[in-house]
């Protein structure tokens, strides 16, 4: 059973992610803080301003009262503060209100209580979906007992607007962090993203890339570093190509002599019985191989080099194949489709040329021959496709094959069809120099298909 791998968040947005998230936190506390301590202080100055209130007009009817109190309801009727404020006058025979008029079962029974007996006390409550602060006081003359309700709904509208602008705060707070964490791991991982940018050439052949000096102390030895090892693969990729060049050169001298000589062993061929014949067709086919050999490795010391951009020119891919396919002899020869439109690649003709050889030459080596050559065009790109006789390709073989001296399931044979080990890696080296890829499939009905696709030329 496989495992199932959750897609991760890049660096830069856990940065990000991480920025906004400790901004969020940063920006609730404080939010929660204002909250408590604003609300808290206009709650109690809020309280205090009814309290002080009702203590006053508590005293006012209780002079009002000292007096007779026969102007005791225009009194009532002259200290209610508004609309939605209610008195209450609770006397041993009668109850008497001004103000807003309310159902007195909506009031708590305690408060009831605490009124009538005239004792101080204060209360936050919600009567009749106005909220209000309840203030009970005694009244000492009469034995009258005091209950006056101050609405509050200014400040339940100052506390929702509070509330508002902090939850509007806070999430724009987050957002910021967020946005702020994307700008400075944009900026903290620049260097990242460079060097990035710079192995990736050197990977795809440009040994001459290298990051741009630094001045910042903490970037400067990351750059001489990475630049010095360039200098240092640079230096070897060279060494390894010239050796490889100088030897393959050193080697053409004799093996003309050599080849010569199995010519003429060739021809003489039925003049040399028993043994010293078997011998005689194991040389000559050991250097048939060395020869390809010193070709191939003279080949691949050119691809170890820069193109020349010089040596691109328009090239008709289709003409090229079919031209190759001509000068081949080939025992039976395979069937060529292309498209209505001949496609053109900005290329070297030299090296497509090999490309289309090697194919060729690979599938008669080790598949019994090509089926089908085709020339395709494929959203911008052109396509070579080569399809093989041979029982195709293992899944496990189908990168190692386009590596250096890889012969696939014939690595450690020798003989005159095992071939060197090194053409299918110049086919994927040439096409990379081209800016396109080559990769084997399986071919519909059996078989392998070799597939080479380079960027279409503009015209």
């Known amino acids: 059973m496989t495992e199932r791998r959750h897609p991760r968040l890049s660096l830069r947005w856990r940065v990000a992610a991480a920025f906004g998230l400790g901004s969020f936190l940063l920006s609730s506390v404080l939010a929660m803080a204002t909250w408590n301590l604003s609300s808290g202080y206009l709650l109690r100055q809020r309280e205090q301003s009814a309290v002080r209130q009702a203590e006053v007009n508590a005293r006012v009817i209780d002079e009002e009262l000292r007096r007779g109190g026969q102007g005791l309801d225009e009194l009532l009727t ?17 109850l008497r209100s ?22 101080p006390a204060r209360q936050r409550l919600v009567v009749d979906d106005i909220p209000v602060i309840a203030v009970t006081l ?9 209950l006056e309700l101050s609405p509050t709904l200014q400040l339940d509208r100052t506390f929702r607007f509070l509330s508002a602008v902090l939850i509007a705060g806070t999430v724009v707070s987050g957002l910021l962090g967020v946005a702020l964490g994307a ?18 050439r050197i990977a795809g052949g440009d040994l001459k890339s290298r990051m741009p000096e630094r001045a910042d102390p903490d970037l400067a030895p990351l750059a001489r570093t990475f630049n010095a090892t360039a200098d240092e693969l640079e230096q070897r990729a060279l060494r390894d190509a010239r050796f490889a060049s100088d030897v393959s050169h050193d080697l053409r001298s004799p093996l003309t002599t050599m080849l010569n000589a199995a010519e003429v062993l060739r021809r003489r061929r039925a003049e040399i019985p028993g043994t010293a014949g078997r011998a005689t067709d194991l040389l000559t086919s050991e250097v048939d191989m060395f020869s390809r050999v010193v070709v191939d490795l003279l080949d691949i010391s050119r691809s170890d080099q820069q193109s020349d951009e010089r040596s691109l020119e328009p090239v008709d891919l289709a003409g090229l194949v079919r031209n190759v396919l001509a000068t081949r002899s080939d025992a039976v020869s395979p069937e060529v489709q292309v498209d209505s439109s001949a496609p053109l690649v900005h290329a070297d003709r030299r090296r497509l040329d090999r490309v289309v050889n090697n194919l060729l030459d690979n599938a008669e080596r080790h598949a019994g021959g090509t089926v089908r050559v085709a020339v395709l065009r ?12 041979g029982p195709g390709v293992p899944a496990e073989l189908r990168e190692r094959i386009f590596e250096r001296f890889a012969r696939g399931t014939q690595a450690g044979s020798r003989g005159a069809d095992s071939g060197s080990g090194l053409g299918l890696a110049l086919v994927a080296e040439h096409v990379r120099r081209h800016g396109g890829r080559a990769w084997v499939q399986d071919r519909p009905g059996g078989g392998a298909r070799f597939v080479v696709e380079v960027p279409e030329a503009t015209r």
């Open 98 to 119: 001004s103000g807003r008029q309310i159902d007195l079962a909506v009031l708590p029974q305690r408060l009831i209580g605490l009124a009538r007996s005239g004792i």
């Open 138 to 146: 005694p009244i000492t003359s009469g034995g009258i007992g005091y």
């Open 78 to 94: 002259g200290l209610t503060t508004g609309p939605d404020s209610t008195i209450l006058l609770y006397r041993p025979d009668e």
């Open 183 to 200: 700008w400075a791991a944009r900026r903290a991982l620049r260097p990242l993203t460079e060097l990035t940018a710079v192995a990736h």
């Open 378 to 389: 494929r959203d911008g790109q052109v396509r070579l496709e080569v399809d093989e006789r």
